[in-house]
């Protein structure tokens, strides 16, 4: 049955599937931390913590990336562990495999539901194998609706939850703002749980720490935020149609995977409606719960609004948010009503039993999820996401480590480097770096890419030889392994190729480059 929730004791099938399912779920992300190619913004994130030897500098590093500090801090605290960036996987893994725990552990849906959440495209995927800061919004807010009923006692937890979400990523801040917002929703709706919060001796106390606490950390993640502000381009128009559809159709990837085609007006209209439906059914299926409505409202209007005058976000990791509100908010309902709804005697296509009920629409959803998450997975292993870690090796195996270096686009390389862990020359930077330095960084013409080979054989007269390293949209073309151009003041001879990679701008090409001595 669709959300059947009802409190009749477990049999034992049933335990042994709430064992089964996030055990199956950990082995495989355990696997996949030793296994996973990084491709480079896992990888920037590793070297921002590496290459830092104080947390001022750490600091430093990461501001120009436009992220809060708080994922540095923690690869910056566990980079030690192995050394290499294994100590990032491992505890992106432990963060996913938490997250997990806690959905199975106080999530109301029945475990089919959970099931096909598990191995979905975010928690089994974008979320779990890819290393990046999204999986602390993911465990904070799964936190907040299983400790959801600590508010009659202390509202600290809930002040650390929206703390934390605002220095992880600009996005984020949706999900503090819903959070804050389902609070004071509750209490002035819900006069009962005001009364037995204040009959606790010290509640005016617990106000005041979780106002500073909420406070002092929306500021910290502010000032990082705007640190690069000057870079966000705005929206130039207040009233866009199109964006607008945009931005909606960001809203239709949360809840079925696919953005429609922004060229195409009857693309973005078409999949517009459908979202609309899709958030009529939500609202009405959540409003018997009224927080939880506030909560999905808020945190949709505020993740709307961003991305309509802000930034639209690319990717799916993305729209991503707009999931997690949708789960969080059905979370907090069914875990806060007697689960007997009252439903309206008027009948219509979003009600029980018709067409667009909400549990129905979203188990349609979750099913896409599911196949799409699984999917992704299975090609992980089959197909590496970069080819970065397999150029890393085959240099080492040369014994071509040591070798003086020329690397660019510097971007796309960092996967090398941060597997070689060793820097490259790289041209945008005019200098030897290991990573993108957005602050320092200037873009080239990948056209030109020779013409800087050229820069750096004047720079350097010592060097004789060197490696060439190229991104796949910087490289030589019709260049095969073993043959060669020459020109006045030097030769590049192709060494190899690596285009087993998921993603085409990670396939690297390799080249040697000598000086043409008189």
């Not at 963060?95 to 539901?113: D, H």
């Amino acid at each position: 049955m669709l959300f059947d929730t009802s409190l009749s004791p477990k049999t034992f099938n049933q335990r042994f599937l709430e064992i089964f399912f996030p055990l199956t779920f950990i082995l495989i992300g355990l696997y996949a931390a030793f296994h996973h190619s990084l491709w480079r913004d896992e990888m920037q994130g590793w070297m921002v913590a590496w290459k830092s030897d104080s947390w001022i500098e750490l600091w430093r590093n990461n501001a120009p990336s436009g992220h809060p500090i708080l994922w540095s801090a923690l690869v910056y605290l566990v980079k030690n562990i192995t050394g290499s960036p294994l100590s990032m996987q491992l505890l992106h893994w432990f963060l996913g495999s938490c997250a997990i725990i806690c959905f199975w552990r106080w999530n109301p849906f029945p475990i089919w539901q959970k099931a096909l959440f598990t191995f979905g495209y975010f928690p089994f995927w974008e979320y779990f194998f890819i290393c990046r800061h999204y999986v602390i919004a993911e465990l904070i807010i799964f936190i907040f609706c299983s400790i959801y009923h600590l508010k009659e006692k202390t509202y600290i937890p809930f002040a650390l939850c929206i703390g934390l979400l605002s220095n992880t990523q600009a996005f984020s801040w949706s999900l503090a703002f819903a959070i804050f917002m389902a609070l004071v929703s509750d209490w002035f709706l819900h006069p009962n749980q005001r009364k037995n919060y204040i009959k606790n001796k010290y509640w005016i106390y617990d106000i005041f720490a979780s106002l500073s606490i909420s406070f002092s950390l929306l500021c910290f993640g502010a000032y990082s935020l705007l640190q690069v502000k000057d870079s966000v381009k705005s929206l130039s128009a207040f009233l866009d149609f199109r964006h607008f559809l945009r931005v909606l159709g960001q809203v239709f990837g949360g809840y079925v995977l696919i953005i429609p085609d922004s060229s195409s007006f009857f693309d973005l209209i078409l999949c517009g409606v459908i979202t609309i439906i899709l958030l009529t059914s939500t609202i009405i299926f959540i409003n018997f719960y009224r927080p939880s409505l506030i909560f999905f409202s808020s945190g949709v209007i505020f993740l709307f609004l961003f991305n309509y005058f802000i930034y639209l976000g690319i990717g799916s990791r993305h729209y991503g948010y707009y999931f997690l509100l949708i789960i969080s908010s059905a979370w907090l309902l069914l875990s806060n009503t007697d689960k007997q709804f009252a439903y309206s005697n008027q009948k219509n296509i979003f009600t029980k039993g018709n067409l667009f009920y909400f549990p129905r629409l979203l188990t349609f959803c979750l099913t896409i999820h599911m196949v799409v998450g699984i999917h992704m997975v299975f090609n992980d292993f089959l197909l590496p996401y970069s080819s970065g870690k397999e150029t890393a090796q085959y240099i080492e195996t040369k014994g071509w480590q040591d070798f003086p270096i020329f690397a660019t686009r510097d971007v796309e390389v960092t996967t090398v480097s941060g597997y070689l862990d060793r820097e490259f020359y790289l041209p945008e930077l005019k200098g030897f770096g290991s990573y993108a330095q957005w602050a320092k960084r200037v873009s080239l013409d990948r056209t030109k890419t020779l013409d800087e080979v050229q820069v750096y054989l004047d720079k350097f007269p010592k060097v004789n030889k060197f490696l060439l390293l190229l991104s796949s949209k910087s490289s030589i073309k019709n260049l095969e392994p073993g043959e060669s151009l020459y020109f006045e003041n030097f030769s590049v001879i192709a060494d190899s190729k690596f285009e087993n990679s998921f993603h085409d701008s990670e396939r690297f090409y390799l080249y040697w480059v000598e000086r043409v001595i008189d």
